[in-house]
């Protein structure tokens, strides 16, 4: 019965109640800019919608945190907007665009208000977890979430692979620091896409480490020579490399780049077709 009452209040949550709402969601749209991930217990949550970060607070799919710590229940009222979250001794309330949540019948202040994107009731993943009992840690470095939860297994319906590692956004971010800084987001993404075409292709390595420090045909980029590679990146690095790593891409089928008024090689110009220009950067296929 309960998983009936969960189910049923999860297509209303995602369906009926958003019929005026947009029903695909574009890479391009401000809810993917900042991809967050969502682990508990360790393990990676699945979600047909990712987590996002604005303005400073993350924000997740109800369906997703509810599930992932077995909520008893969760109730939505279509007229009042009104999500109600009960799991154990507690019940959270929580209302579209309102800051004001009720726990337990008293009003809370959050941060920032439940909203609903891409046909999806997200919440403030922080506010949620905490009231409901457990831990939230942050990893900067791979923009995860991660909840501690005690006592709960997490069904395994709900657990995902990303389909990419920790050490892959480690590495990935790190050579778009290095190769793209002031570049436009776009211009950042499409140097991970370089990076990620030579991983499917034949004539390179077939991991994201061994592809950037490649030596096989000479040093394959100068961030490798001077050193920069091992900078810490900056959150828009981190935010492009994830960004590539769930298929945003910006530069077809390249293999390589070059920013012509610096390089000191045309072979890539004379041997290889040229796709397109962004910012700085000119990409070849």
């Known amino acids: ?54 303005g400073g607070y993350t924000m997740v799919p109800i369906r997703a945190i509810t599930e992932a710590l077995r909520a008893d229940r969760i109730d939505w009222n279509e007229k009042s907007s009104t999500a109600t979250i009960t799991r154990k001794n507690t019940t959270i309330v929580l209302k579209k665009n309102n800051k004001t949540a009720v726990v337990n019948g008293k009003n809370v202040t959050m941060d920032t208000a439940s ?58 971010s790190r050579i778009v620091n290095a190769e793209s800084q002031g570049e436009p987001m776009i211009g950042k993404i499409a140097v991970a896409n370089v990076v990620l075409n030579r991983v499917k292709s034949p004539l390179f390595a077939n991991n994201i480490y061994d592809v950037i420090f490649d030596r096989n045909y000479g040093v394959q980029f100068t961030p490798i020579l001077n050193g920069t590679i091992y900078n810490t990146p900056l959150g828009d690095s981190v935010v492009a490399a994830k960004r590539a ?20 090689s045309s072979w890539i110009i004379n041997n290889r077709t040229f796709f397109r220009r962004i910012g700085n950067h000119d990409f070849y296929l």
Do not use: H
């Open 245 to 264: 790593l769930r298929g945003e891409n910006y530069a077809s089928e390249s293999l390589y780049f070059l920013n012509p008024r610096i390089a000191t």
């Open 115 to 172: 909203v609903i994107k891409a046909d999806r009731f997200y919440v403030p993943v922080r506010f949620v977890a905490e009231t409901l009992s457990t831990k939230v840690g942050w990893n900067a470095s791979t923009y995860t979430v991660n909840i501690t939860a005690q006592g709960v297994t997490v069904p395994a319906s709900m657990i995902g692979d990303r389909g990419y590692t920790d050490n892959d956004i480690y590495w990935l």
């Open 1 to 54: 019965m309960k998983k009936f009452i969960l189910a049923l209040v999860f297509i209303l949550l995602s369906s009926t109640m958003f019929e005026n709402s947009r029903t695909v969601a574009n890479a391009n749209d401000t809810l993917f800019e900042t991809p967050v991930c969502l682990t508990v217990n360790g393990n990676y949550i699945k979600s047909d919608t990712p987590g996002y970060l604005e």
